[in-house]
């Protein structure tokens, strides 16, 4: 089986890297090697960061020189060795033991650049899934995928990453989604219906949902670059937003209520 570059990226979350690599290790695949793309960090993570490198000779330690998540992203990228690639952040972590195997597999027998799994989010003991039906994925039916996926449940080819660019950095929230829209064109996509991750709450993406929105259709609308597209994508993008305004008035009465009886 071929090797998988691991890239993790770390700032103050200490604890957040243990499970992470708690979950790494309980895989049953063993081609993988782990980069941790570190940044300054207040707490104990370059320490831990640093221990588990000292403890096993496939975990490296990188530390950041550049700004922001992406960025340290495109920097493990610049030292994976690995045939294939997975961007699992601090605190996320594999949803299963099987997990790297069977999407190891997935890929390789598929030959996509970029296959996409399931993921949830555990959230005070719920759980609620993401799931989707197994099918092949284009450009134009990602882009228009409501929860389309999330790099944390993404096994990529690492050659078609590092042949498009790597992340675009001119993209704050989004350059997970143009990267796959571009690997998809290159070497296609296959979604399963496994979940290859659960996810932490509360990442940039979600404390900054509108731009999320905004970025998007300006990433489809550059990609596409045709004028239905841009229609649909800017009808879609009005939706989601609206959408989620009515949700947070809906809450806000339903806490004035709950407080005032």
């Known amino acids: ?19 992470t690599y708690s ?12 980069l941790i793309v570190i940044a300054p960090s207040i707490d104990h993570s370059i320490e831990l960061a640093k221990k588990l490198s000292d403890e096993n000779d ?8 550049s700004y922001g998540i992406f960025s340290a992203m495109n920097e493990g990228l610049d030292h994976a060795n ?42 005070n003991d ?20 409501r929860r389309g996926g999330c790099h944390q449940a993404m096994i990529f080819r690492t050659d078609y990453i590092k042949e498009v660019g790597g992340f675009n950095l001119q ?19 296959q979604r399963v219906s496994e979940v290859y991750a659960d996810v932490e709450l509360g990442g940039l993406a979600d404390q900054n949902i509108f731009t999320v929105h905004s970025e998007k259709h300006e990433i489809r609308a550059s990609f596409f670059d045709h004028r239905l597209v841009f229609f ?5 993008t009005f939706a989601a937003r609206t959408k989620i305004q009515f949700r947070t008035v809906i809450r806000e009465i ?8």
Not at 58 to 65: E, F, R, T
């Open 1 to 19: 089986m071929a090797l998988v570059s691991i890239i993790t990226i770390v700032k103050d979350n200490e604890i957040g890297l243990g499970r």
């Open 23 to 34: 979950s790494l290790s309980m895989q049953t695949s063993l081609n993988w090697e782990m």
């Open 82 to 123: 690995g045939e294939f690639v997975w961007f699992m952040n601090s605190g996320d972590v594999f949803a299963g033991p099987q997990v790297l195997e069977l999407a190891t597999e997935e890929i390789e027998r598929q030959s996509v650049g970029v296959v996409i799994g399931a993921y949830q989010i555990t959230h």
């Open 171 to 189: 993209y704050k929230f989004n350059s997970d989604f143009s990267l796959v829209l571009k690997v998809i064109e290159m070497g296609g996509g």
């Open 254 to 261: 339903c806490s004035k209520y709950k407080s005032s009886r």
């Open 58 to 65: 496939n975990v490296y330690v990188i530390q950041q020189q």
């Open 126 to 145: 719920a759980i609620r899934k993401f799931i989707y039906r197994r099918n092949k994925i284009t450009p134009l039916r990602f882009a228009f995928t």
């Open 232 to 236: 649909l994508s800017k009808s879609w």
